[in-house]
Antibody
Framework: QVQLVESGGGVVRPGGSQTLACVASGFSFSNYGMHWVRQAPGKGLDWVAAISADGDYQFYGDSMKGQVIISRDNSKNTLYLQMKSLRTEDTAVYYC????????????????WGQGTLVTVSS | EIVLTQSPATLSVSPGERATLSCRASQSIDRYLAWYQQRPGQVPRLLIYGASKRATGIPARFSGSGSGTDFTLTINSLEPADFAIYYCQQRINWPPTFGQGTRVEI
């Protein structure tokens, strides 16, 4: 079955950097676009970034644009999110999620989500 | 960026009743709308995509409708597990924005 397992969360000082990883299994990872979505404590879902199956195209949401870089290593079935200049308001659970459709440009929903990894930005 | 506005923010219903949730887009999104359910302490789960198609394993009491700018998620015969927060998301344009959520409570 499809599994997405995030890691890399923890406590980070304001202004610091963190890299999250998401290891995928149970599907052909290299065929699907992937996303990062975050959720601050008690708040709603905030889409962060997406990357095409081959890694050639990346898109970023306004909330973290310029602060994050999404990347992937298809040989390792792993998705990454590099974050820098972190602020207290970036404290959130960060989820990786998979496109339902293998056509990245089809605009399909996110059909599988990982359990998330908590990033806490605090001094 | 397309803004999705969900209403109401909170919906109070009794088990066995029907819940009707609304999602309105700031511009036409055709039928590129999905609904997700998030139970307390759990991961979001895809319910509906393409405005009206149920995702795998989703019971028939969940239905979606609408196109363009106005969409509805209807939950018939509410069960205890249905009390959760529901989010809509558009996928016609980048970035794929979410609505702010509707909490369905007892």
């Amino acid at each position: 079955q499809v599994q997405l397992v995030e890691s890399g969360g923890g406590v980070v000082r304001p202004g610091g950097s963190q890299t999250l990883a998401c290891v995928a299994s149970g599907f052909s990872f290299s065929n699907y676009g992937m996303h990062w979505v975050r959720q601050a404590p008690g708040k709603g879902l905030d889409w962060v970034a997406a990357i095409s199956a081959d890694g050639d195209y990346q898109f970023y949401g306004d909330s973290m644009k310029g602060q994050v870089i999404i990347s992937r290593d298809n040989s390792k079935n792993t998705l990454y999110l590099q974050m820098k200049s972190l602020r207290t308001e970036d404290t959130a659970v960060y989820y990786c999620a998979k496109d339902q459709d293998s056509d990245f440009w089809r605009g399909s929903p996110l059909d599988y989500w990982g359990q998330g990894t908590l990033v806490t930005v605090s001094s | 960026e397309i803004v999705l506005t969900q209403s109401p923010a909170t919906l109070s219903v009794s088990p066995g009743e029907r819940a009707t949730l609304s999602c309105r887009a700031s511009q036409s999104i055709d039928r590129y709308l999905a609904w997700y359910q998030q139970r307390p302490g759990q991961v979001p789960r895809l319910l509906i995509y393409g405005a009206s198609k149920r995702a795998t394993g989703i019971p028939a009491r969940f239905s979606g409708s609408g196109s363009g700018t106005d969409f509805t998620l209807t939950i018939n015969s509410l069960e205890p597990a249905d009390f959760a927060i529901y989010y809509c998301q558009q996928r016609i344009n980048w970035p794929p924005t979410f609505g702010q959520g509707t909490r369905v409570e007892i």
